[in-house]
């Protein structure tokens, strides 16, 4: 093998495909790329066995080949180089980079022995700007469970049905959903997504309006096609919980605020709710909702904080706890100005949502208060 690249897309494309390389492995070629060079084009894969990705661009190739070398050790290469152009070349079981002042070698692992990306025929698909699923991601990625016990919680149901895209993520004390209209007729499907797929989709996604991203799954496996770059992941098995029962459908109480004012004094205030150590969880911030606003307040070992929010109230006055974070990340990822918060009881799941917008919901248990 024998190319030259320009190494501003080389070092693209390595870190594009560097987040699908297995780094606790029994397999040592699996912390390798897969390079392959024909036909003018240089194509960079990797695979952990879940989730493999693929991309390519093109470049001077003057001998076709193929080799795989530890992508650590060439990404830290061709980081530390200034060079416009670089020339590659596998001769003799070894990987050289050439640049205008240096030569690297790097050992080769046989490129037969790596394991191929599955071939699989797509049974549906669906294509959107790329900027609008990186946006769904966004809004709802943080819900997804990280507990390994609830392995079907570990990624967000992503599914079409009546031509609206939906994500959702669930992880046991909350809900995140966001939704999209296809213009396009588009057939019904669901899969979960795992959330390491989406955390990686996230990065590589684009936020300009001409770029798109086609989805597509079958029984066992998604496809996601983004320009040059590919990604192919398993399907997480299993049924999903049934969401829809869980959205408050009515409330007792909502509330009209301003959503920074809400978020910069839950994050004031949360400052205060430190870890017990002695019972092994934090203080909740308690939220008072009357007739003037809010009030939200918390008690822990640190001390003791209260901010008054001013805010539009509708029904009965109550008081209720929250884990501070899950309100946090919720409100982080909504743009709207204002927000609702609606409430049934201080037991009861409460919803969040944007005034003006009906794309995006949130749900989230409260904490039982402690009575005194």
Same mark, same amino acid.
């Given at each position: 093998?024998n190319?030259?690249?320009?190494?501003?897309?080389?070092?693209?494309?390595?870190?594009?495909?560097?987040?699908?390389?297995?780094?606790?492995?029994?397999?040592?070629?699996?912390?390798?790329?897969?390079?392959?060079?024909?036909?003018?084009?240089?194509k960079?894969?990797?695979?952990?066995l879940?989730?493999?990705?693929?991309?390519?661009?093109?470049?001077?190739?003057?001998?076709?080949?193929?080799?795989?070398?530890?992508?650590?050790?060439?990404?830290?290469?061709?980081?530390?180089? @200034? #060079? &416009?152009? $670089?020339?590659i070349? =596998?001769?003799? +079981?070894?990987?050289?980079?050439?640049?205008? /002042?240096? !030569?690297?070698k790097?050992?080769?692992?046989?490129p037969?022995?790596?394991?191929?990306l599955?071939?699989?025929?797509v049974?549906?698909?669906?294509?959107?700007?790329?900027?609008?699923?990186?946006?769904?991601?966004?809004?709802?990625?943080?819900?997804?469970s990280?507990?390994e016990?609830?392995p079907?919680?570990?990624?967000?149901?992503?599914?079409?049905?009546?031509n609206?895209?939906?994500?959702?993520?669930?992880?046991?004390?909350?809900?995140s959903?966001?939704?999209?209209?296809?213009?396009?007729?588009?057939?019904?499907?669901?899969a979960?997504?795992?959330?390491?797929?989406?955390?990686?989709?996230l990065?590589i996604?684009?936020?300009s @309006? #001409? &770029?798109? $991203?086609?989805?597509? =799954?079958?029984? +066992?496996?998604a496809?996601?096609e983004?320009? /040059?770059? !590919?990604?192919?992941?398993?399907?997480?098995?299993?049924?999903?919980?049934?969401?829809n029962?869980?959205?408050?459908?009515?409330?007792e109480?909502?509330?009209?605020v301003?959503?920074?004012?809400l978020?910069?004094?839950?994050?004031?205030?949360?400052?205060?709710?430190?870890?017990?150590?002695?019972?092994d969880?934090?203080?909740?911030?308690?939220m008072?909702?009357?007739?003037?606003?809010?009030?939200?307040?918390?008690?822990?070992?640190?001390g003791?904080?209260?901010?008054?929010i001013?805010?539009?109230?509708?029904?009965?006055?109550?008081?209720?706890?929250?884990?501070?974070?899950y309100?946090i990340?919720?409100?982080?990822?909504?743009?709207?100005? &204002?927000?609702?918060?609606?409430?049934?009881?201080?037991?009861?799941?409460?919803?969040i949502?944007?005034?003006?917008?009906?794309e995006?919901i949130?749900?989230?248990?409260?904490?039982?208060?402690r009575?005194?």
């Amino acid at each position: 093998m024998n190319i030259k690249c320009d190494l501003k897309e080389l070092i693209n494309g390595l870190n594009i495909v560097s987040k699908t390389t297995s780094s606790k492995t029994t397999m040592p070629i699996l912390e390798g790329v897969l390079i392959e060079a024909y036909q003018n084009t240089l194509k960079l894969i990797t695979n952990d066995l879940e989730i493999g990705s693929e991309h390519f661009f093109e470049c001077n190739v003057l001998e076709e080949g193929k080799t795989v070398v530890d992508i650590k050790m060439l990404n830290e290469i061709v980081r530390k180089i @200034e #060079d &416009e152009t $670089v020339e590659i070349s =596998v001769t003799d +079981n070894v990987f050289t980079l050439k640049s205008i /002042n240096g !030569i690297f070698k790097l050992a080769v692992m046989n490129p037969n022995e790596y394991p191929k990306l599955p071939v699989f025929d797509v049974d549906n698909t669906v294509e959107l700007e790329q900027r609008v699923f990186k946006d769904m991601i966004k809004r709802t990625l943080f819900s997804v469970s990280n507990d390994e016990n609830r392995p079907i919680y570990n990624g967000a149901l992503v599914k079409v049905e009546d031509n609206i895209l939906t994500i959702v993520a669930i992880d046991g004390f909350r809900l995140s959903l966001r939704k999209s209209l296809s213009e396009k007729n588009i057939n019904n499907f669901k899969a979960i997504i795992p959330g390491k797929v989406l955390s990686e989709l996230l990065k590589i996604l684009s936020d300009s @309006e #001409d &770029e798109f $991203v086609k989805i597509g =799954v079958n029984k +066992n496996q998604a496809l996601f096609e983004m320009g /040059n770059s !590919i990604i192919i992941s398993r399907i997480i098995e299993g049924e999903f919980l049934n969401y829809n029962t869980i959205i408050p459908e009515t409330s007792e109480t909502r509330v009209r605020v301003k959503t920074k004012s809400l978020l910069d004094s839950f994050e004031r205030v949360a400052l205060f709710a430190k870890e017990n150590k002695e019972k092994d969880k934090k203080s909740p911030v308690k939220m008072n909702i009357g007739i003037d606003g809010i009030v939200l307040s918390c008690v822990s070992e640190t001390g003791d904080a209260k901010e008054v929010i001013t805010a539009l109230v509708e029904g009965k006055e109550i008081e209720i706890g929250f884990n501070p974070r899950y309100v946090i990340e919720a409100l982080k990822v909504i743009d709207d100005p &204002e927000v609702y918060v609606e409430f049934n009881s201080s037991i009861s799941p409460v919803l969040i949502k944007p005034i003006v917008s009906n794309e995006f919901i949130y749900v989230v248990l409260p904490i039982k208060l402690r009575q005194d």
